[in-house]
Each structure stands twice: as structure tokens, then as C-alpha cells.
């Protein structure tokens, strides 16, 4: 295999420090269609001036990096999977006022991240914009920590979702039962291995493979959504074998089952949210394969958490308007098809209705192995992993860094072995991804606010006055979901 390879920096060199005298390659299209001449474009020129060389091609535009940002939450499917905790920790209220909660704050979290993403947008992300802020006497220090936070957390995010994907097929299996309360499906845990290594590898192959077309996946997940919880929506309202709900049950209902005092039942149920917008700023590594990513990633990632917020609503309110008895609940770990299946009364009916999460689950997947296999990529090229001389490559004939997508592909099908010693390798995986996640969000942004914000003063996408409160509420939500999760793990 004939590889392409990025420059060497060696672990605890400068990043920025970095200098090559290779020529920068952009394949992008003319109006018709044709193959332009390689060239050097303004984004390639500002990447070398931080230090790298162009080796992925550009060729998203704003909308498909924001469709890919959405991909990446899949809110639908991502409240789907993490349902149990708030309606264990406060029912209706949990759900419906602690999505909008969660997602005010994770919009204060976008909208730093795409502040200081507009100076510095490389695939480095967070770690490299960690580097950039620091004094430099800690600067390789804290950069080092936050890209293997940022490394470690992507991946475990990748494999929660591929895992989630998992249990979630067996769930709609298991609508069909063979006395009440009892799934025809109870695959030993080997099996239940095997469908998620096949989910796993699924996703990898449309990554490798299928890069020049991953934007198009990307877009036709945004209609596959709004058709599947339209029809999700619509069918359930109308048919409610179960009956429906009060407006005063939906928006005002609070039940903990947790055994928790309420309030803080109430946080813990707040971590079906975090989970699903954990993925905001993984986006960011897609930054050098975008034609203008200082402008057009901060405005994707604040888009899509609005477009989140509005979807996450309208999937979940209807479901709460005929959520049936919450103790009938809390046995599953998989509720919607559950709830779906006591408004449509049917288990053939259920499962064609939960077909479009499904899909969406494997698609999410797909997004998040790329954006894993980027950061890594990235973080190769820094010589911050080791071996990173083999994870640094770029195949010249896909396009794609594939033996860091190999790689992540390789850790998350080692890590799964943990679901034989454990039932609760789920809730791991997803605990880990967000604790990282979180605290590689917060190195940059804390750094800029502690430093007075001098690096953003004249930032493409900058925040004005709102951005040290921004700031604010986004190291707050950090500090508080990673000791939630720590607390429930």
C-alpha cells in the first residue's frame, strides 16, 4: 500500500513550529462539474501558516457540514437510546424541560468552541486550540492531556453509539413477546457481541470507502429523520391504543424513580441530554475538509444545535403525550419501543416505526467514526500517539487517514470484550465519552477566558460582550455533568 505522509512532529514538539515544502492539494469542482487543477486556496494557506500541510480534499460546504454536525448528535435516535434515565429520574418534566435546559447551555458551548474555532480551524481541534491559548511555559502539557481526552473521548463516543445501535435492534426485536413482558430475542452476550463487531465494521467500510459520498449520506439523513419521526409522530398521536396524556401530565408531571432526593434525581436525568449533544464540538476535525472553516463550521455548530433542539421537541413531546404507566417503564432499558408499542398496539407496527431510528443509529455511527479517525489522524501527525508514523498516513487512493480509521475501529471492538464481564459496558462507554468529551471542550475555553479572551479579540465568528458568559455557563456545564457522571459510574 503507497501512502501519502504529513509531516513528523515529535511528541512535545510545537505544532505551530512546523514547516513543509509540499504543495497543497485541493480537488474542487467547477460549475460543471469538472476536476479543477490542484491549488493552493486561502484556507490551505492559512492551515500551513499553522504549521500543516493540506492533505484532505475540501469539498464541504456549510450545509454539509452542518448536516454532517447534526449526523453526529442524531438527537432523535440519541434521546431514544438514553430515554430510561429521565423518565427514572423525573418523568414528563425531566425529559421535556431538561432538553431545553441542556440545550441552552450546550449552545453557550458551541458558540465558544465556533469563536475560537474561527482563529484556529484545523483537524487538531481543541487540543491544538488548547495549545495555542496557553502560556507557553505549560502549553505542550496541556495540550497533550486535552488531545488524548479529546482522542479517547471521540472514540468511546463512537463505540457508545455503535453499542447503543446494538441493544436498541434487540429492543425492537423484542416487541414481539412471547408472554407479556418477555422478548422473543435474549441473545447470549456473544451474539449481542457479533451484531455490534458487524455494526462496527458496517460503518467503518461507508467511512473508508465511501468518503466522496459521505456528504450525501449526510444529507438525505437529515429527510430519512424528519420522514421517520413525522411518521413516528403522526401515528402514535392518532392511533393512542394506550390513550393520551394531559398537556398538565406532559409539561408539569414530575416522578422520580430514582431513589435519589428529587432534585438531584432530576440532574441525573439531565445525562440523556448531555449525550446527546456530546458530539458538538467533534466537528471541529472535519475543519480541513471544509472550503472556508472559519466561518463556516462556527455557523454549522450553532445551527445544528438549534435544528437539535426543535427536533429533540418534536420527538419527544408526542411520545410523552402517550407515555403509558412510567412503573410499566422502568424494567426496560430500551422504553420508545416500548411506549411505541402501547400507542400503536402492534409489535409489526412498532418495529416499522422504529425503523427509521434504527437506520439514523448506524448512520450517526458512520459520522462518528469519521470524526474519531480525523482527530486521531490529527493527533498522529503531532506524535502524540504512539506508533504515530503508521496512524499518520493518508491513503493517496481514498482520500481518507485509513489506518486511523482502522485503529479506531481496533479499540472499539477490543473495549467491547468488556460487555462480557460487565451488563453495564453501555453506560461506560457513554459515561467515559462524555466526561472526556466535556473536559476537552473546556481546556480551550477556559484557558481563553483566563487569559482575558486576547486570542479571540478579532476573531472571524467572535462573540462581542456575550462571550464571557458564554464561557461561563459552558465551564459550569462541564464541571457539573463530568461529576454527574462520575457519581453515577
Known sequence: MTVTSLPKISAGSDPSNVHNNGQARYRGTDDGGCMLAPTKDVADQALEAMGYKAELTRTRSTLHVAFMSFVLA??????????????IGGGPVAVIWGWLAVSAI?????????????????????????????????????????????????????????????????SCINVFETESGVGIFAPPDWQLYLVFVGITLLCTAVSSLGNRWLHILDTAAIFWTLAGVLAIIITILIMAKGGRRSADFVFTHFESNSGWPDGWSFMVGLLHAAYATSSTGMIISMCEEVKEPSTQVPKAMLATVCINTFAGLLFMIPLMFVLPDIQDLLSSSQPVPVIIKAAVGSPGASIALCLPLLVLGVICGIGCTTAASRCTWACARDGAIPGSRLWMQVHPGLGVPLNAIL???AVQIVLGLIWFGSTQAFNAFSGVGVITLTAAYASPIAISLFTGRKAVENAKFSLGRFGVFANIVALGMSKRTSHLLQYRL
Open 106 to 170: 450546550i449552545f453557550c458551548v458551541a458558540a465558544s468552541l465556533a469563536e475560537i474555532t474561527s482563529v484556529y480551524p484545523t483537524a487538531g481541534g481543541v487540543y491544538y486550540q488548547t495549545f495555542m491559548l496557553a502560556p507557553s511555559r505549560w502549553r505542550r502539557v496541556a495540550a497533550w492531556v486535552c488531545g488524548w481526552f479529546y482522542t479517547v473521548g471521540t472514540i468511546s463516543i463512537t463505540l457508545s453509539v455503535n453499542f447503543g445501535t446494538t441493544l436498541f435492534f434487540v
Open 407 to 409: 485503529l479506531c475501529t
Open 74 to 87: 442524531s438527537v432523535p435516535y440519541g434521546l431514544a437510546t438514553m430515554l430510561a434515565y429521565p423518565i
